[in-house]
């Protein structure tokens, strides 16, 4: 079975920087892109980043376009995404999903993991 | 930057077909996709590529798109499907994500 697992959020003041990471088990990571998605508290789901099975193609949101970078280590099998400059805007739930594989280039979700809170705050 | 417009809410007795709409400008011509999400759960993929089910999804899930519109149809709703509904379409290299639509079974 596919499974997500995100860790690293917490508390962080504005300004500051938090690393999160994503181990994946029960698939070949190295073949499928991944990208992370975040949840306001009680709001919709925002795409954040994408980043292809090799690590070679990047797309970001314009909201977090130069402050976040998304990457991968295949030998670990981990998605990470490092996160700078942080707002109070920016709390919330990030998700890590994988990339379907029915699609040919765009990109959608068949698996996601439980999420981990990033709080911004003072 | 594209967008994508659903209703906040749908409202559907027990037994009924719901349906909820997305809208984007020539949404027909790009894949819809669609998530539920459940209070405290991550989100599920109930539809992609327009009308098809991962395994997995009951077959009351059903979708369509054409012109500006793609809808999620549920036959027979039931109480379990109480949820939000996102809808969500690849371009210009950038995730877009509908608002969610809260489905109300009542």
């Known amino acids: 079975d596919v499974q997500l697992l995100e860790s690293g959020g917490g508390l962080v003041q504005p300004g500051g920087s938090l690393r999160l990471s994503c181990a994946a088990s029960?698939?070949?990571?190295?073949?499928?892109?991944m990208s992370w998605v975040r949840q306001a508290p009680g709001k919709g789901l925002e795409w954040v980043s994408s980043?292809?099975?090799?690590?070679?193609?990047?797309y970001y949101s314009d909201s977090v376009k130069g402050r976040f970078t998304i990457s991968r280590d295949n030998s670990k099998n981990t998605l990470y995404l490092q996160m700078n400059s942080l707002r109070v805007e920016d709390t919330a739930v990030y998700y890590c999903?994988?990339?379907?594989?029915?699609?040919?280039?765009?990109?959608?979700?068949?698996?996601w993991g439980q999420g981990t809170l990033v709080t911004v705050s003072s | 930057s594209y967008e994508l417009t659903q209703p906040p809410s749908v409202s559907v007795s027990p037994g009924q077909t719901a349906s909820i709409t997305c809208s984007g400008d020539?949404?027909?011509?790009?894949?819809t996709y669609w998530y539920q999400q459940k209070p405290g759960q991550s989100p599920v993929l109930v539809i992609y590529?327009?009308?098809k089910r991962p395994s997995g999804i009951p077959e009351r899930f059903s979708g369509s798109n054409s012109g500006n519109t793609a809808t999620l149809t549920i036959s027979g709703t039931q109480a379990m499907d109480e949820a939000d509904y996102y809808c969500?379409?690849?371009?210009?290299?950038?995730?877009?994500f509908g608002g969610g639509t809260k489905l109300t079974v009542l």
């Open positions: 999903a994988k990339r379907g594989e029915r699609a040919a280039t765009e990109y959608y979700f068949d698996y």
């Open positions: 029960g698939y070949t990571f190295s073949s499928s892109a």
């Open positions: 980043i292809s099975g090799s690590g070679g193609s990047t």
């Open positions: 020539k949404l027909g011509n790009k894949y």
């Open positions: 590529q327009d009308t």
């Open positions: 969500q379409a690849w371009d210009s290299n950038t995730v877009v």
